[in-house]
């Protein structure tokens, strides 16, 4: 046990989150996975050892959460590595989406990950040590995609809670990493993982076009393999110096390093109206 690592992973019986948990049984760490239905779980990990704990967990609801939490420290005595991986998708423009699609797209994306973190960091800094993966997405660096302005506005949340964490808990050995995600071949695109306006509005048309381009031509087209994405995932586990910013995929790389160039750019452009702010 003192060799094999405990990881805590939501959303795990789909997508990223199963891929990892199939990952991490096979190369014999100790698995806590958690999805709204249990069921869904067993149905996809056969628990076919004490290595392999599936638990219903509700991440709105913080009690629930921390009952999820305690089980697994009952069951393997700590908790080494989480892995917030559960979310959802939302394509809409920002006008067309309700208060309560919106803030649904928050308590799940931000405060569900937040629930996890309030409950689990006691255990890690009492044993001072630990790594917290927040799943973000590229579009938590860069938000210029018609339809996902809430849904970015999420992932800019998740990155920018991740880098004040990074800093908050060097001094009790825990590292943290937004993960970047790009266009991984995964059912995020699919119905069940992608939400879309109850009310849409016809005016635009540059939402419509960019949920039909994700829905019925990038969805299973996807460049990104989600094996080797959660193999990276892992590998950034075991390193001495992790990233805070663990950006996956060429597509990811590409965005990214071109969005840092037109800010430095824009920078430069605007400088003289940005310095002259000052006393």
Same mark, same amino acid.
């Given at each position: ?48 050892? $004490? ?6 967990? $509700? ?42 699609? /919106? ?25 001072? #040590?630990?790594?917290?993966? $927040? ?30 964490? /990074? ?27 992608? #939400? ?18 994700? !829905?019925? !031509? ?57 310095? $002259?702010?000052?006393?």
């Amino acid at each position: 046990m003192s060799n094999k690592k405990v990881w805590f992973i939501t959303g795990a019986s789909q997508g990223f989150g199963l891929i990892l948990a199939k990952k991490l049984l096979e190369k014999g760490d100790f698995v806590a996975a958690t999805s709204r239905r249990k069921s869904d779980l067993e149905r996809e990990i056969s628990p076919k050892s $004490n290595q392999f704990l599936p638990l219903e967990m $509700n991440l709105t609801d913080e009690n629930d959460v921390k009952k999820a939490i305690d089980e697994t420290i009952a069951a393997f005595g700590k908790i080494d590595n989480i892995i917030n991986n559960a979310g959802y998708g939302l394509l809409g423009a920002v006008e067309e989406l309700s208060d309560a699609e /919106a803030r649904q797209n928050f308590d799940v994306n931000v405060f569900g990950s937040l629930n996890v973190i309030r409950q689990a960091l006691p255990h890690m800094r009492r044993q001072q #040590s630990g790594h917290i993966f $927040n799943i973000a997405s590229i579009g938590g660096y860069l938000g210029d995609f018609p339809g996902f302005g809430i849904y970015c506005a999420t992932k800019f949340a998740v990155v920018g809670f991740s880098e004040a964490m /990074a800093i908050e808990l060097k001094d009790f050995g825990i590292n943290v990493t937004a993960v970047l995600p790009g266009y991984f071949r995964t059912n995020f695109l699919t119905s069940g993982s992608l #939400s879309t306006p109850q009310n849409p509005l016809d005016d635009y048309k540059s939402t419509r076009e960019s949920q039909e381009l994700h !829905q019925q !031509q990038i969805n299973n087209n996807q460049p990104g393999d989600p094996e080797k994405g959660a193999a990276a995932i892992i590998q950034i586990a075991g390193e001495k110096n992790p990233p805070v910013h663990l950006f996956l995929g060429s597509d990811a790389y590409g965005l990214a390093k071109t969005k840092a160039e037109n800010v430095m750019n824009e920078l430069e452009v605007w400088k003289s109206v940005t310095v $002259n702010t000052d006393f």
